[in-house]
Structures are given as structure tokens and as C-alpha cells.
């Protein structure tokens, strides 16, 4: 089953980059449960719609969101986080915190999915969600490939 508005996130572990560039253990909670926040997922970085739509949507607009009161932004997909680094700095990034998932953080919101049939394995839906301290206020959830639902213009109409 997966989160749904009025449910806190899941207390698991996420990875980044430190700036020694080794990868650096990050708690869900502490990452994401505090203020407000809004998080996008991806099945993949530098997959052709995240990296030229999904991503770009929310470094565009990273200051509109912050202007309607939105202290985190995070991203997050079933990659490594020296990947995400990467990604995160050939997109122009700066200020999205780019988040490393194993899979344990996908598996326990409930939304991952089969991506075997494209070569990727198991990844996260793609999606995204506002939180307030850490609890789910929206979460929009793509029902197929594209992006619509969680496109940072629609986060920007919810908040």
C-alpha cells in the first residue's frame, strides 16, 4: 500500500555525497521532516523525461518555491548517490538535494516499480509530494510514463 496524504514519511536511510565525495548516510527523517518540503521521485537520472523535463521543472522554479514558503527540495531515485551527484551538477541543481535511494525508502512509501522491462530493475514511481514536518499534505503520483501530475508546475498550483 502506498503513502497517502496524512501519513508521515517512512524513518529510513538515504545516501549523498559528502564534499570529500564519499557517500554520506542521511535519515529520511532528518532530511525531510522538518519544515516544508517538497520531494520529487524519478525512476532514473539521466533518463531522457527526468532530465529534460522532470528535473529542469524544479531547478527552474526552485525560487517560486521558495517564495511560497518551501525550505526543502529534494529529489530522490533508486540510484547511487555519486550518480545523483552527477546528475544533480550537470542539470544546475544547486539547492535540490540530490537523494541516493537503495531502495529501502522507495519500498517503504509504497511506490516502486518494475522498470525490468526497460533494462532499470526495481525504481521508484515517478511522483511527487509536499510535506509539512514530515507529514504528506499532496502527493501526486504518475499513472504512466510522462510527466504531468508531478511536474513542478503543478506542485507550484498546490501549495
Same mark, same amino acid.
Given at each position: 500500500?502506498?503513502?497517502?496524504?496524512?501519513?508521515?514519511?517512512?524513518?529510513?536511510?538515504?545516501?549523498?555525497?559528502?564534499?570529500?565525495?564519499?557517500?554520506?548516510?542521511?535519515?529520511?527523517?532528518?532530511?525531510?521532516?522538518?519544515?516544508?518540503?517538497?520531494?520529487?521521485?524519478?525512476?532514473?537520472?539521466?533518463?531522457?523525461?527526468?532530465?529534460?523535463?522532470?528535473?529542469?521543472?524544479?531547478? *527552474?522554479?526552485?525560487?517560486?518555491?521558495?517564495?511560497?514558503?518551501? *525550505?526543502?527540495?529534494?529529489?530522490?531515485?533508486?540510484?547511487?548517490?555519486?550518480?545523483?551527484?552527477?546528475?544533480?551538477?550537470? *542539470?544546475?541543481?544547486?539547492?535540490?538535494?540530490?537523494?541516493?535511494?537503495?531502495?529501502?525508502?522507495?519500498?517503504?512509501?509504497?511506490?516502486?516499480?518494475?522498470?525490468?522491462?526497460?533494462?532499470?530493475?526495481?525504481?521508484? *514511481?515517478?511522483?511527487?509530494?509536499?510535506?509539512?514536518?514530515?507529514?504528506?499534505?499532496?502527493?501526486?503520483?504518475?499513472?504512466?510514463?510522462?510527466?504531468?501530475?508531478?511536474?513542478?508546475?503543478?506542485?507550484?498550483?498546490?501549495?
Amino acid at each position: 500500500m502506498s503513502i497517502t496524504v496524512g501519513d508521515t514519511i517512512p524513518n529510513t536511510t538515504l545516501r549523498v555525497l559528502g564534499a570529500d565525495g564519499m557517500p554520506q548516510t542521511v535519515n529520511s527523517h532528518d532530511v525531510l521532516g522538518s519544515g516544508k518540503v517538497v520531494l520529487f521521485a524519478v525512476p532514473g537520472a539521466f533518463t531522457p523525461g527526468c532530465s529534460m523535463i522532470h528535473l529542469p521543472g524544479y531547478v *527552474q522554479n526552485r525560487e517560486a518555491l521558495q517564495a511560497k514558503g518551501v *525550505q526543502t527540495i529534494a529529489c530522490v531515485s533508486v540510484n547511487d548517490p555519486w550518480v545523483m551527484d552527477a546528475w544533480g551538477k550537470a *542539470q544546475g541543481a544547486e539547492g535540490i538535494t540530490m537523494l541516493a535511494d537503495g531502495g529501502e525508502f522507495t519500498q517503504a512509501m509504497g511506490l516502486q516499480m518494475d522498470g525490468s522491462g526497460f533494462g532499470l530493475g526495481t525504481r521508484s *514511481q515517478r511522483y511527487s509530494a509536499i510535506l509539512d514536518n514530515g507529514v504528506v499534505t499532496e502527493i501526486n503520483v504518475e499513472d504512466g510514463p510522462g510527466v504531468s501530475v508531478s511536474a513542478c508546475e503543478v506542485v507550484l498550483g498546490h501549495l
